[in-house]
């Protein structure tokens, strides 16, 4: 996520709920990549865990650029 999404988001985070959950969402899926990132080898079903998480992530992330569209949507009619 480039650095300006991210301060776009934290603008929105303390009057957007849905927005503030995806956020952590995604803070938490990304520490439990780097977690399996740091592992020297992975089980099966560690990595498909790891696949699973990365999903999710991205699923976390598409929702938050989604809002944050609808936003700038938003500032850009007034």
Same mark, same amino acid.
């Given at each position: 996520m480039e650095r300006r999404d991210e301060e776009l988001i934290r603008q929105h985070l303390t009057h957007d709920d849905e927005l503030k959950r995806l956020y952590e969402e995604h803070l938490a899926l990304k520490r439990k990549l780097e977690d399996y990132r740091h592992k020297a080898h992975l089980t099966n079903d560690e990595e498909i865990?790891?696949? +699973?998480i990365q999903k999710l992530k991205l699923a976390s992330k598409d929702r938050m650029m989604e809002i944050l569209? +609808?936003?700038?949507?938003a500032e850009a009619a007034h």
């Open positions: 865990e790891e696949k +699973r569209h +609808r936003y700038q949507a």
